[in-house]
Each structure stands twice: as C-alpha cells, then as structure tokens.
C-alpha cells in the first residue's frame, strides 16, 4: 500500500461548488503540507501543518482552508471552487527534525478541473 | 526569501549519452537541502537525489550524480546512460529553515 494516499485522484467540478481534497499517511510523521502545481511555475504550497495542532498558511492560500482531523489526515477544501483553481494537487509529508531536516514524500496527486 | 532557478524549460538527449540539468538557488542561509525530484507521465513526484549544503562530496545514486557548487549557489544534475524511462519532468528543490521551495522544472526527452 503507498505511504501517501489522496483521494480522490481526478475530479470535475463546477463554478461554485465546495470541494474538499483529502490526504491520508502511514508513514507515521507529524508534517503535512498541501502544494499546487501548475504548468510552468512548479508547485507552490497552500497550507502545512506540524502537528494535529498546528496549521500555517503557505505562499499561496487564498481560497483555500485546511483540516488537521489527526496526525494521520490531512484535508484540503476549496469553499467556492473557481476555475482559476484548476491544477494539480500535491499532498507530501516530512519528518519533524532538525531546521533545513530530511526531504518530503509525495502522495499520487489529484488533478482538479473547475468548469 | 529564497529562490530557486531553472532556466531552460526544456531539453533532449540521446539513449545511452549524459545530460546535465542546471539549478541555481538564491540564498543567505548556511544549512540547507537541495534536491532533484523526478515526475514522469504518472505525475507522481519521486526524489531522485539529495544534497547537504554541508557536506563537500557531491551525491551519487546510481546512474545519476550532483555538481555541486556552494559558493556560486549552483546545483546540477548529471544523467549518466540515459535510458527511456528517465523521460520526465525535473525539479530542483530548496530546503532550508523553512519551506521547500520547487524551481518551475524542466521536461527531459529521451530519443531511442
């Protein structure tokens, strides 16, 4: 089973609609992180959390909000879905440790599509 | 803020021939993390190297190795046999007392 699971993996939606993306690990670490990509401009990220407790906004999270529901999962909604908000959805997680610390792992992906 | 920058947006290579992929980063920080990660048509993201800032030896894994280069803040990725399915998107990444921040990638095509 992969370490990092999204669901769901592709989705179609409608100017309007609350969308929610979901992320589960069992890699047991306590970061989290939510990342966009777009063509062209690499991916950027929206929100992390470092524990169940803690949720910081990232460079880019507007129109988004996040829910740390346990250490386990982490989930992504977009309120009111516009189509600027078409991409690719990221969700990675790290170990806690020291400041610059190890790399993150990536889930699979979710390719979001808002008509 | 730190940046990281990958200038061609492209590039192609022969099987069994070496391609280098250019990154340079932009940083005040000491410590940190570089990293080339690899996204193929699956789109997942899969790392391929990691490098200290700390540590002098550029990495290697297997067919693919790092120059490293700390004072003019570059950090290159050399492909040795390129084999078809090294075909994917690479990104540099940047690590540091804070956020990993991605370059904007470069597609790699490989011809038989």
Known sequence: ?115 | AQTVTQSQPEMSVQEAETVTLSCTYDTSESDYYLFWYKQPPSRQMILVIRQEAYKQQNATENRFSVNFQKAAKSFSLKISDSQLGDAAMYFCAYKGYSKLTFGKGITLSVRP
């Not at chain 1, 699971?5 to 306590?30: A, F, V, Y």
């Not at chain 1, 829910?67 to 908000?85: D, G, H, T, V, W």
């Open chain 1, 1 to 115: 089973d992969a370490d990092v699971t999204q669901t769901p993996r592709n989705r179609i939606t409608k100017t309007g609609k609350r969308i929610m993306l979901e992320c589960s690990q069992t890699k047991g670490h306590d970061r989290m992180y939510w990342y966009r990509q777009d063509p062209g401009l690499g991916l950027r990220l929206i929100y992390y959390s470092f524990d169940v407790k803690d949720i910081n906004k990232g460079e880019i999270s507007d129109g988004y909000s996040v829910s740390r529901q346990a250490q386990a999962k982490f989930s992504l909604s977009l309120e009111s879905a516009i189509p600027n908000q078409t991409a690719l959805y990221f969700c990675a997680t790290s170990e806690q440790g020291l400041a610059g610390g190890p790399e993150q792992f990536f889930g699979p992906g979710t390719r979001l599509t808002v008509l």
